[in-house]
């Protein structure tokens, strides 16, 4: 007797059933080439701070044009980048810079995510670019990570354990350190590094 030819069948993932989605995370879904391949997003929080950016870029009346390109990305890491594209813009609205303008022109043919100004401050051109996390993390050959003292390779895994869970941990790590490069508004006074 033949048996049955047939695939085993593909997994379909989501997020699972105990994560609560808004109403523009269901829209970014419901139309996402890349929906099912993962479980995104697979935590509350992670669905709560996508609701949030996606409201933020509602308001900024750029939702259509991001999910657009958000929907159609490639794979997860596209998806990832796309978001962390929008997160930037909605961390630095959300710490007082000012969007001025949505996409500049950079130089030659790239363009930036926004144009923002902190109070007293010239416009500041971003640009969000979002490593994966192994090029991050560890040195890229296998003769610098094994010059790597032990305690300091578990220690960047802790703090990348302890980011992946946190959105906008590293971003405001990077803030605070960049911040230090704008001029001082006229309302704080500069009381030095620390």
């Known amino acids: 007797m033949p048996q049955n030819a047939s695939l085993p069948p593909v997994e379909v993932k989501g997020p699972p ?3 609560r989605l808004g109403p523009l995370t269901q829209r970014l879904l419901s ?3 890349w929906q099912g391949s993962d479980q995104f997003p697979a935590w509350q929080v992670w669905a709560d701070d996508v609701e949030s950016v996606l409201a933020f870029l509602d ?3 750029r939702l259509a044009d991001f999910l657009a390109v958000i929907q159609n990305a490639r794979n997860e890491q596209h998806r990832n980048a796309c978001l962390a594209e929008a997160r930037g813009s909605y961390f630095l609205n959300q710490n007082c810079f000012r969007i001025l303008e949505w996409e500049p022109q950079g130089e030659g043919n790239n363009k930036g995510e926004a144009l923002v100004s902190y109070p ?3 416009g500041i051109f971003v640009e969000v670019k979002q490593p994966g996390w192994r090029g991050e993390r560890l040195p890229l050959s296998t003769r610098e990570r094994n010059r790597l003292p032990q305690a300091e390779k578990e ?3 802790l703090r990348m354990k302890r980011e992946k869970f946190l959105p ?3 971003m405001r790590k ?3 350190v960049s911040s230090m490069l704008l001029p001082t ?3 704080r006074t500069y009381a030095g590094p620390g």
């Open 17 to 19: 059933a105990n994560v």
């Open 31 to 33: 139309g996402s080439k």
């Open 59 to 61: 308001r900024e009346n």
């Open 120 to 122: 007293g401050s010239p």
């Open 155 to 157: 220690k960047r895994y």
């Open 168 to 170: 906008g941990v590293r």
């Open 174 to 176: 990077e803030i605070k």
């Open 185 to 187: 508004p006229p309302f």
